[in-house]
């Protein structure tokens, strides 16, 4: 069965600071990725997404993605983050089909 | 387009009542999820349906849980009785799958307080 894990739990930085949010995967075929975030209060938004092509992704909010097939991670990434990044960030594993995993979350807090 | 429409946002009942939950999908998606949010288990996908039928509900936690659609734009989660511990917040999620990947278009939420 597929799982996905991701790195950390909590991750408090300051404004201006830059963010690497881990995730990995566990499943040996094709996968489809994505980040999502929950804004406090809010629902699941789509951050971006990893179908094919190019293994560095863009995304909404200065946000980005690089896949990296050999170690299993799709890690999330800002230079710079602001006050109202502060959320929770959710990474996903689609194997095909219906499927579909969600990790279980990292918080990030964002100090101005 | 509207988006996913969830119905109640906030439900508080009494143990032992039941509850019943709503979703509208987005027009035109053919797959719906119903998912639980808690602090100590996180995101937890209780079931989804394709083409208004069921194909896994392996994550509904027991027999007090029910889901149905009765058709491609509506669907029910329900809760008979329900208890504290099923206090959470109940996300529905829609997505149109088909030719290539897709992704899920989540609703705003139902938060449930049993106490």
């Known amino acids: 069965a597929q799982s996905v894990s991701q790195h950390n739990h909590h991750v408090i930085l300051s404004e201006a600071a830059s963010l690497e949010l881990g995730c990995n995967y566990s499943?040996?075929?094709?996968?489809?990725l994505f980040w999502y975030v929950q804004y406090p209060g809010q629902h699941l938004q789509l951050l971006l997404k990893?179908?094919?092509?190019?293994?560095l992704v863009k995304g909404i909010k200065g946000f980005e993605a690089e896949f990296i097939k050999s170690k299993f991670s799709f890690n999330l990434r800002k230079p710079s983050v602001q006050w109202s990044d502060t959320a929770e960030y959710f990474c996903?594993?689609?194997?095909?089909?219906?499927?579909?995993?969600f990790g279980p979350g990292t918080r990030l807090s964002v100090l101005p | 387009d509207a988006g996913v429409i969830q119905s109640p946002r906030h439900e508080v009942t009494e143990m032992g009542q039941e509850v019943t939950l709503r979703c509208k999908p987005i027009?035109?998606?053919?797959?719906l999820f119903w998912y639980r949010q808690t602090m100590m288990r996180g995101l937890e996908l209780l079931i989804y349906?394709?083409?208004?039928?069921?194909?896994?509900d392996s994550g509904m936690p027991e027999d007090r849980f029910s889901a149905k659609m009765p058709n491609a734009s509506f669907s029910t989660l329900k809760i008979q009785p329900s208890e504290p511990r099923d206090s959470a917040v109940y996300f529905c999620?829609?997505?149109?799958?088909?030719?290539?990947?897709?992704?899920?278009?989540f609703g705003p939420g139902t938060r449930l307080t049993v106490t």
């Open positions: 027009s035109g998606h053919n797959s």
């Open positions: 996903a594993v689609n194997a095909g089909g219906q499927n579909f995993v």
């Open positions: 349906f394709n083409n208004n039928v069921p194909i896994d």
């Open positions: 990893y179908f094919s092509g190019d293994p």
């Open positions: 999620a829609s997505s149109l799958e088909g030719v290539g990947p897709y992704e899920q278009y």
């Open positions: 499943y040996g075929g094709t996968v489809n």
